[in-house]
Nanobody, 112 residues
Framework: QVQLVQSGGGSVQAGWSLRLTCTPS?????????MKWFRQAPGKEREFVAGLGTDGMRSYADSVKGRFTVYRDDMENTLYLQMNSLEPEDTGVYYC?????WGRGTQVTVSS
């Protein structure tokens, strides 16, 4: 079945940037499907980070507003999360979610 393949995570220092990607194993994303990013820190519940609605409207958690941007590249069939000015509090496993399917997650670690 279709899987969501994620990449772009890593370990960085505070103030640096990362760009996460989420790509289905086949041409699968359309404007009719909302797409979201979540994250989960150890011992904490998974929380909403950012979303892209079917109407193109973007939504962000208060903790990332002004620093993160979610967007979709239809030519590459890929969902992105651009993360700037990263903070230690952003550390966690990030998951993309679309069409009732979760990505396997990618680790983001921010030091200092």
């Amino acid at each position: 079945q279709v899987q969501l393949v994620q990449s772009g995570g890593g370990s960085v220092q505070a103030g640096w940037s990362l760009r996460l990607t989420c790509t289905p194993s086949e041409s699968w994303f359309t404007i009719h499907h909302a797409m979201k990013w979540f994250r989960q820190a150890p011992g904490k519940e998974r929380e909403f980070v950012a979303g892209l609605g079917t109407d193109g409207m973007r939504s962000y958690a208060d903790s990332v507003k002004g620093r993160f941007t979610v967007y979709r590249d239809d030519m590459e069939n890929t969902l992105y999360l651009q993360m700037n000015s990263l903070e230690p509090e952003d550390t966690g496993v990030y998951y993309c979610y679309a069409r009732d399917t979760w990505g396997r997650g990618t680790q983001v670690t921010v030091s200092s």
